[in-house]
């Protein structure tokens, strides 16, 4: 399996708190991507990065920021949370060199309340 | 990237083949196909990929016809390992323009292997 990970695996926040997801991979691969996974709608890319300092929003990016400052660290933070931003968050990782195929993180479940 | 479709479920016996078809009459020259699966409360999982000739790798087979205007994805002895959400995405592999290898997902087929 390609090394992804993502912390933590399952948070339960209040709304209108902070929340920062982290997505840490050691592949070295030159992008990256967060989606968001709910019931009746599939997967939805939030934000991408396609190297260091360099992202940009997905199709469901209303309420959510990345930051890049390194290869292998991918972070996906929710300003303040919302009851609609409940989800199961995944990071994925591609290699452009290759054929673009995508791995997947383990996923987070977030619940706010 | 070009639409696919997919049926929405289908069932296979334990140690059958299990054939899952998709349709793409809109894909250009430059497009591959890509599979992939989840299974439940796990991230998707990357099986395979194609441009225009047959694949086959130590998970599963893909059969792209002439026109390219469909393939099926098959998995030559379904386990019950195998029952999971199944994903036909049709895309350019490159980074050119703005794609960044950006993937598209739909509702997918919902494969359930029976013992």
């Known amino acids: 399996d390609a090394g992804i990970t993502q912390s933590p695996r399952h948070k339960v926040t209040e709304t209108g708190t902070p929340v920062t997801l982290r997505c840490h991979q050691t592949?070295?691969?030159?992008?990256m991507y967060w989606y968001r996974q709910d019931p009746g709608h599939g997967l939805r890319l939030i934000h991408y990065s396609y190297g260091v300092k360099d992202t940009d929003k997905g199709e469901v990016s209303d309420g959510y920021s990345v930051s890049r400052s390194k290869t292998e660290d991918f972070l996906l933070t929710l300003e303040s949370a919302t009851s609609s931003q409940t989800s199961v968050y995944f990071c994925?990782?591609?290699?452009?060199?290759?054929?673009?195929?995508?791995?997947f993180g383990p996923g987070t479940r977030l619940t706010v309340l | 990237d070009a639409k696919t479709t997919q049926p929405p479920s289908m069932d296979c016996a334990e140690g059958r083949a299990a054939n899952l078809p998709c349709n793409h009459s809109?894909?250009?020259?430059?497009?591959?196909v890509y599979w992939y699966r989840q299974i439940h409360s796990q991230g998707p999982q990357y099986i395979i990929h194609?441009?225009?000739n047959n694949e086959t790798n130590e998970m599963a087979s893909l059969i792209i016809t002439e026109d390219r205007k469909s393939s099926t994805l098959i998995l030559p002895h379904a386990t019950l390992r195998d029952t999971a959400v199944y994903y036909c995405?049709?895309?350019?592999?490159?980074?050119?323009?703005?794609?960044?290898?950006?993937?598209?997902f739909g509702q997918g087929t919902i494969l359930t292997v029976h013992p």
């Open positions: 995405i049709v895309r350019a592999p490159g980074a050119g323009g703005t794609s960044y290898g950006k993937l598209t």
């Open positions: 809109t894909i250009s020259g430059n497009e591959y």
């Open positions: 194609g441009l225009k």
């Open positions: 994925a990782i591609s290699d452009p060199d290759s054929y673009n195929e995508q791995f």
């Open positions: 592949e070295n691969h030159r992008y």
